[in-house]
């Protein structure tokens, strides 16, 4: 589909439903329609909240390293449609280094943060980490903190990733948080790879209500209820 929005109501499943709101997308904030929907959600101007960069995803994949790490935590091209927005503030959480730091330090990091900037890598790497560092028991006490993922760091809020996605050495299996009953597929038309032909097959294998969302589109969730919001060329599929 190109364009128009799709609102639907899904129920959220999981341990954690009730919890952050939702931005998920591919890409980033990479269009005016996407940056719309996050200052709504945010309720008010991006340059008056304060943002935590979560870049934990990236250590888990092959393909990112400390190169790319840094370009999103500092000016340059990757940070543009994510930590480079215009924040009143941009402040760095990383959760591996968590499990080593009084909660009462770092819990209050996160409560004072209006949104987490969840970049991508490996979901069920950042899958992992969430669960070990405590974030993600904490964030049903966080309702009114947006989280925007890109790529992996959306996909590690749906039940499962789909094996093609698992590049973690150490997964168990392809599933992660389930805070939201529908799988995605990144980067449609971005790669060779990632054709609306692969999303299909990929779709059948994850057995869940799914989405393939290119880099002008995100899946907006805000107590269950789901919305597109695209400029570009998303697809649904049934499970």
Request: hydrophobic share 45%; with cysteine; net charge negative.
């Amino acid at each position: 589909m190109r364009g128009p929005v799709y609102r639907g109501i899904h129920l959220l499943r999981g341990d954690l439903g009730g919890t952050v709101k939702l931005l998920l997308t591919s890409g980033g904030v990479t269009n005016a329609s996407i940056r719309s929907s996050l200052e709504t959600l945010l309720d008010r101007p991006v340059a008056q909240c304060r943002a935590l960069v979560i870049p934990t995803a990236q250590w888990g994949h092959p393909m990112c390293g400390p190169t790319s790490v840094q370009g999103l935590v500092a000016a340059g091209d990757r940070s543009k449609h994510l930590s480079g927005l215009g924040w009143a503030s941009v402040g760095v959480l990383e959760l591996t280094a968590l499990s080593t730091i009084d909660p009462q330090r770092w819990v209050s990091w996160v409560r004072e943060a209006d949104v987490l900037l969840v970049d991508g890598g490996d979901a069920t790497y950042l899958c992992h980490w969430m669960r070990e560092s405590g974030l993600a028991a904490l964030l049903p006490s966080l309702p009114d903190t947006v989280w925007v993922g890109v790529s992996a760091g959306s996909m590690v809020m749906t039940p499962r990733i789909g094996n093609r996605f698992v590049e973690w050495p150490s997964a168990s299996d392809d599933r992660t948080l389930g805070v939201v009953d529908f799988a995605i597929f990144p980067h449609l038309d971005a790669f060779p790879t990632n054709t609306l032909a692969h999303a299909e097959r990929w779709a059948a294998e994850v057995g869940v209500p799914a989405y393939a969302i290119d880099e002008e589109t995100a899946i907006r969730v805000v107590d269950g209820a789901v919305e597109v919001v695209s400029e570009g060329t998303w697809q649904r599929f049934e499970a």
